[in-house]
């Protein structure tokens, strides 16, 4: 058995392995996400995956309350901030129970071990243990790039010059 953390996307249902999840913190309302205006080395703010993004869902409305999960590999060299949009359960999902589903596309192949049925006739994809960030093939490098945002809190460089006219966040 191995615990996941269940997470909603829009309408896709994920299970992240809780040992790669460090933390699980709502983001507060006065902080903003905002898409990369450059190169990330450059960035001032903190870098964040947006699944919903990277999934392929239509970008979340401004005021809509988001969670930020704190992705570390097992290793602890690599990590991450994760955006979903909420916290389900903790489930116990028992291994061998996961099946391939080869109709997603390659970015969820890479991104997946496979689906696990839930009892309401849905699926939960099950993140891969320790996933690499960013995934190949290089054909989806812009959806990679869409989905990699800045968190820009009040009073920290780079809020004064964000203007949801001329940088829209969908």
């Known amino acids: 058995m191995i615990d996941h953390v269940s997470a909603r996307c829009?309408?896709?249902r994920l299970l992240l392995p809780t040992r790669n999840i460090e933390a699980i913190v709502p983001l507060s309302p006065s902080e903003r996400i905002t898409p990369l205006q450059g190169?990330?080395?450059?960035?001032?703010?903190?870098?964040?995956?947006?699944?919903?993004?990277?999934?392929?869902a239509p970008a979340a409305p401004p005021q809509t309350a988001r969670i930020r999960l704190d992705w570390i590999s097992s290793d602890t060299e690599r990590r991450a901030i994760l955006l979903v949009d909420t916290v389900d359960e903790i489930v116990n999902s028992p291994h061998g129970h996961l099946e391939r589903l080869p109709l997603l596309p390659l970015r969820l192949l890479q991104l997946c071990d496979g689906v696990l049925?839930?009892?309401?006739?849905?699926?939960?994809m099950s993140v891969r243990l320790d996933v690499v960030w960013p995934m190949h093939p290089w054909s989806e490098r812009r959806l990679w790039r869409q989905s990699i945002v800045t968190l820009v809190a009040p009073g920290e460089p780079g809020s004064e010059d964000f203007n949801p006219l001329v940088n829209p966040l969908s």
């Open 39 to 56: 190169p990330h080395r450059r960035a001032q703010a903190p870098l964040a995956i947006d699944l919903r993004r990277l999934l392929g």
């Open 117 to 124: 049925h839930d009892p309401d006739g849905t699926y939960r």
């Open 10 to 12: 829009e309408r896709f």
